[in-house]
T-cell receptor, first 113, second 116 residues
């Protein structure tokens, strides 16, 4: 089955700095890679996603890159703000047959004012 | 659009009893629904995937006789935790996709289950 590794597990940055979270996956059949932000006790919130036929996607301060060959994908947050503090999860989805989603282990991001 | 609700938002039950959690897609028809379990400070673990009118597909290690999933309609799926034990205490979250071949999952707000 799919295995998604996520690093780092915790990340502290100064407000205004950039944050980078990296994930690797094992199943070459995975074709959709969402990133979620989860605040304590709440549902995961989709912040950006990328499909396997795209190498990079950007939405304001957030960007995601995908290297299919190396099976790596990364989340980049620029100009971080205190409200970016949360747990971030990457996920890999295989949409063939029936959809199966595997989540990474999560990164707790703390933005220090 | 694409709102998913869960009920109840939290529940406390006694060991040995059963508890049912409902997941509803409020403004779309959900071809596929997913059930996840999340322990404190851990990731979401997929428990099972269900399609309307068919049996759920359970992930390895998830007891199908303990976690009963019914996807009775295109807007409702239920998870029943039978003979609950304290170790079943967790945050249960459902999600749904809209349409065949859809990628994005819409998550419910979660249900906090505490078994005493």
């Amino acid at each position: 089955g799919e295995n998604v590794e996520q690093h780092p597990s915790t990340l502290s940055v100064q407000e205004g700095d950039s944050a980078v979270i990296k994930c690797t996956y094992s199943d070459s059949a995975s074709n959709y890679f969402p990133w979620y932000k989860q605040e304590l006790g709440k549902r995961p919130q989709l912040i950006i996603d990328i499909r396997s036929n795209v190498g990079e996607k950007k939405d304001q301060r957030i960007a995601v890159t995908l290297n299919k060959t190396a099976k790596h994908f990364s989340l980049h947050i620029t100009e971080t703000q205190p409200e970016d503090s949360a747990v971030y999860f990457c996920a890999a989805t295989n949409s063939g047959g029936y959809q199966k989603v595997t989540f990474g282990t999560g990164t707790k991001l703390q933005v220090i004012p | 659009g694409a709102v998913v609700s869960q009920h109840p938002s939290w529940v406390i039950c006694k060991s040995g009893t059963s508890v049912k959690i409902e997941c509803r897609s409020l403004d779309f028809q959900a071809t596929t629904m997913f059930w996840y379990r999340q322990f404190p400070k851990q990731s979401l673990m997929l428990m099972a995937t269900s399609n309307e009118g068919s049996k759920a597909t359970y992930e390895q290690g998830v007891e199908k006789d303990k976690f009963l999933i019914n996807h009775a309609s295109l807007t409702l799926s239920t998870l029943t935790v039978t003979s609950a034990h304290p170790e079943d205490s967790s945050f249960y979250i459902c999600s749904a996709t809209r349409g065949e071949g859809a990628y994005e999952q819409y998550f419910g707000p979660g249900t906090r289950l505490t078994v005493t």
